[in-house]
């Protein structure tokens, strides 16, 4: 059965912080591992990895992919209060058009 | 501008209603997803479809029924055989093609009473 689980399911840091989110999963048939962040209601998308991407930066937003050992982390340098949030793991399986979620970690950060 | 729209946002029900749940895109994207989300929890997938009038069960679709009969249209219901209907639900598309991001709707979250 295809699975994603993320680590750790929460996190309380300080302003100024840098924070790593894990992601590991196990699927037939990998196309892509998408990361999204979600405030409120909709997640909003923050990177795509795949064979041919495995590095990803947006400001102090990085992701790397790791298809050999099978997991992606998430890294947040600096961290702000507006960067408290669920971080949310998806795997896109090729055939099939389903994304599979992680449970998300919850990021809490303190002023 | 472009995007998924849900509605409504807030929804509340007596136990043994169906409801239905709206979803509409003006992306031009061809699949289009349900998903349901638990407090504390992933997304999980209710049901998708890859192109008009077809559409396939994800994991969790018991006392769920969706239709398809126009690209930019995938309203949900949710039956009164859903024994737990209480929980925020997502829309998203996307293209076809070989690989991209989801677009997802601002959701709508259900109560039953």
């Known amino acids: 059965e295809d699975k994603v689980v993320q680590s750790p399911l929460s996190l309380v840091v300080h302003e100024g912080d840098t924070v790593t989110l894990n992601c590991s999963y196990e699927?037939?048939?990998?196309?892509?591992l998408l990361w999204y962040k979600q405030e409120k209601k909709a997640p909003t998308f923050l990177f795509m990895l795949?064979?041919?991407?495995i590095e990803k930066k947006s400001g102090r937003l990085s992701s790397i992919l790791d298809k050999k050992e099978l997991f992606s982390i998430l890294n947040i340098t600096a961290t702000q209060t507006g960067d408290s949030a669920v971080y949310l793991c998806?795997?896109?399986?090729?055939?099939?058009?389903?994304?599979?979620f992680g449970t998300g970690t919850r990021l809490k950060v303190l002023a | 501008d472009g995007g998924i729209t849900q509605s409504p946002k807030y929804l509340f029900r007596k136990e043994g209603q169906n409801v239905t749940l709206s979803c509409e895109q003006n992306?031009?994207?061809?699949?289009m997803y349900w998903y349901r989300q638990d407090p504390g929890q992933g997304l999980r997938l209710i049901y998708y479809?890859?192109?008009?009038?077809?559409?396939q069960k994800g994991d969790i679709a018991e006392g769920y029924s969706v239709s398809r009969e126009k690209k930019e249209s995938f309203p949900l219901t949710v039956t009164s055989a859903q024994k737990n209907p209480t929980a925020f639900y997502l829309c998203?598309?996307?293209?076809?093609?070989?690989?991209?991001?989801?677009?997802f709707g601002e959701g709508s979250r259900l109560t039953v009473l």
């Open positions: 998806a795997v896109d399986t090729s055939g099939t058009y389903k994304y599979i």
């Open positions: 479809s890859q192109i008009v009038n077809d559409f």
């Open positions: 992306l031009n994207h061809d699949a």
């Open positions: 699927v037939t048939n990998f196309r892509s």
């Open positions: 795949t064979s041919s991407g």
């Open positions: 998203a598309s996307r293209l076809a093609g070989d690989t991209g991001e989801l677009f």
